[in-house]
């Protein structure tokens, strides 16, 4: 069973608090380190390995320079994030562009950072034509369909999901891009999402091994790279076990050793996006208890929101609560935590059994270090929190601060009604 420990304490917490507001997203900077070296170490056995870090699960420089030091690139897929990359000092091959339906001012700007460019469907090679782009490195997406019925509500089963390409159309790509004369061609997939069991993760490693038999006994390409995407999830609910990162590095490494080195193929790199096993378990939203509501049911209203969390209204994903002083306290009162919008889904726990909760109380939501900020928005004229790191000696420092309905009315600026809204 995982156990859901904080990195700080009540008093520490209260002291941040006290000096920033609520709510804010936290991040622990030794979690984060300490994760990115389990994971190096597990692959260490493919001296290729490298780690591009799915910069959509939380985009902030100061987390990605962070990261930057420690040998990961970025993983991106807009122009935004790839600007954010160029901006920390992460260009060229350091950066994987995996984008879909995707402008060609994006294209350009990859191919201007000499990212590896993926493509994710074969109609692609006609955006590169027109723009006459040809990559020094290009990647090209595989979408199994009912191949691999595997999936989740996350991301859907392969056949339903609208990202990558058939085989068929995949293995035109490759002779395409054999044709142009690339020589540093990779394969890439992100068929499953939050994976907890080892036979789901295995099975889309030896079908991509199998590909790339496949590619080199038709086309004779052999390829520079299998990217294997992000996949890996991470224990949302107490009962949950963690995935082994030592377990899962092992067993890609006997499942290359009996497809790819016997085939001739034993120096093909090995490259992860991961973003929710980087970042999902270092990071929380800190939030105030301010209201509570006896109806129908018992409410508690935290100054949170689905602005600051998605995924509960979303997926209906379960984020663990944890109430500060309150952790050894009988679980015994039946609260749904919820937010101020106005909508019934801004729900961070439904029928949650926790301590009695006060007015004052600090919650902290777990794992939302990954997909928290990230996907937040403004309705409701809603503002978005501070992001702030938790430092290795203990102290905190702001990486976001948090909006103002400055922020909110900035791109009114075609007039000046709202230019001194504070």
Not at 171 to 196: D, F, R
């Given at each position: 069973m995982s156990e859901k420990k904080l990195p700080f304490s009540e008093e520490l917490v209260r002291e941040i608090a006290a000096v920033y507001g609520t709510p804010f997203h936290l991040y622990d900077e030794k979690g984060i380190s300490d994760n990115v070296k389990r994971l190096q170490k597990a692959f260490s056995w493919s001296s290729d390995f490298h780690e591009y870090f799915a910069v959509k699960a939380t985009p902030n420089p100061w987390i990605m320079k962070s990261l930057k030091k420690l040998g990961v690139g970025a993983d991106c897929s807009s122009m935004a994030e790839l600007i954010l990359a160029e901006t920390v000092g992460i260009t060229g091959?350091?950066?994987?562009f995996s984008s879909n339906d995707t402008p060609d001012e994006e294209f350009l700007k990859a191919h201007k950072l000499g990212a590896i460019i993926n493509l994710d469907d074969i109609s692609n090679l006609e955006d590169m034509e027109r723009l006459h782009l040809v990559p020094k490195r290009i990647c090209f997406r595989y979408n199994p369909g009912p191949d691999l019925a595997r999936g989740n509500a996350i991301i859907g089963t392969p056949q339903e999901a609208k990202y990558g390409m058939t085989r068929e159309q995949l293995l035109k790509c490759v002779a395409w891009a054999k044709n142009k004369g690339i020589g540093y061609i990779g394969i890439h997939t992100m068929v499953i999402s939050a994976e907890l069991e080892l036979p789901g993760l295995l099975g889309t490693i030896s079908m991509m091994f199998d590909l790339a038999n496949e590619i080199r006994d038709t086309h004779g390409v052999t390829v520079s790279f299998i990217d294997f995407g992000g996949g890996i999830g991470i224990p949302y609910t107490p009962d949950q076990e963690p995935n082994d990162i030592r377990m899962i590095g092992d067993g890609?490494?006997?499942?290359?050793?009996?497809?790819?080195?016997?085939?001739?193929?034993?120096?093909?790199?090995?490259y992860?996006?991961?973003?929710?096993?980087?970042?999902?378990?270092?990071?929380?939203?800190?939030?105030?208890?301010?209201?509570?509501?006896?109806?129908?049911k018992e409410y508690v209203g935290v100054d949170a929101c689905a602005v600051n969390l998605m995924r509960p209204a979303m997926y209906g994903a379960y984020h663990h609560i944890t109430v500060m002083g309150k952790e050894n306290a009988p679980c015994d009162h039946m609260y749904d935590i919820v937010g101020s919008l106005c909508e019934n889904n801004d729900k961070f726990a439904i029928d949650r059994m926790l301590?009695?909760?006060?007015?004052?109380?600090?919650?902290?939501?777990?794992?939302?270090?990954?997909?928290?900020?990230?996907?937040?928005?403004n309705y409701n004229g809603k503002l978005r929190s501070a992001e702030l790191l938790l430092k290795e000696d203990g102290s905190a420092e702001m990486i976001r601060r948090a909006e103002t309905p400055k922020d909110y009315f900035a791109t009114f600026d075609f007039c000046n009604i709202l230019k001194d809204a504070e």
């Amino acid at each position: 069973m995982s156990e859901k420990k904080l990195p700080f304490s009540e008093e520490l917490v209260r002291e941040i608090a006290a000096v920033y507001g609520t709510p804010f997203h936290l991040y622990d900077e030794k979690g984060i380190s300490d994760n990115v070296k389990r994971l190096q170490k597990a692959f260490s056995w493919s001296s290729d390995f490298h780690e591009y870090f799915a910069v959509k699960a939380t985009p902030n420089p100061w987390i990605m320079k962070s990261l930057k030091k420690l040998g990961v690139g970025a993983d991106c897929s807009s122009m935004a994030e790839l600007i954010l990359a160029e901006t920390v000092g992460i260009t060229g091959e350091e950066i994987v562009f995996s984008s879909n339906d995707t402008p060609d001012e994006e294209f350009l700007k990859a191919h201007k950072l000499g990212a590896i460019i993926n493509l994710d469907d074969i109609s692609n090679l006609e955006d590169m034509e027109r723009l006459h782009l040809v990559p020094k490195r290009i990647c090209f997406r595989y979408n199994p369909g009912p191949d691999l019925a595997r999936g989740n509500a996350i991301i859907g089963t392969p056949q339903e999901a609208k990202y990558g390409m058939t085989r068929e159309q995949l293995l035109k790509c490759v002779a395409w891009a054999k044709n142009k004369g690339i020589g540093y061609i990779g394969i890439h997939t992100m068929v499953i999402s939050a994976e907890l069991e080892l036979p789901g993760l295995l099975g889309t490693i030896s079908m991509m091994f199998d590909l790339a038999n496949e590619i080199r006994d038709t086309h004779g390409v052999t390829v520079s790279f299998i990217d294997f995407g992000g996949g890996i999830g991470i224990p949302y609910t107490p009962d949950q076990e963690p995935n082994d990162i030592r377990m899962i590095g092992d067993g890609v490494r006997r499942v290359y050793e009996e497809v790819l080195t016997p085939a001739g193929m034993g120096d093909v790199a090995i490259y992860t996006e991961l973003g929710r096993f980087m970042m999902g378990p270092y990071g929380c939203l800190v939030t105030k208890a301010i209201h509570e509501k006896h109806t129908h049911k018992e409410y508690v209203g935290v100054d949170a929101c689905a602005v600051n969390l998605m995924r509960p209204a979303m997926y209906g994903a379960y984020h663990h609560i944890t109430v500060m002083g309150k952790e050894n306290a009988p679980c015994d009162h039946m609260y749904d935590i919820v937010g101020s919008l106005c909508e019934n889904n801004d729900k961070f726990a439904i029928d949650r059994m926790l301590p009695e909760i006060e007015k004052g109380d600090l919650l902290v939501i777990h794992d939302t270090g990954a997909h928290g900020f990230a996907m937040g928005y403004n309705y409701n004229g809603k503002l978005r929190s501070a992001e702030l790191l938790l430092k290795e000696d203990g102290s905190a420092e702001m990486i976001r601060r948090a909006e103002t309905p400055k922020d909110y009315f900035a791109t009114f600026d075609f007039c000046n009604i709202l230019k001194d809204a504070e």
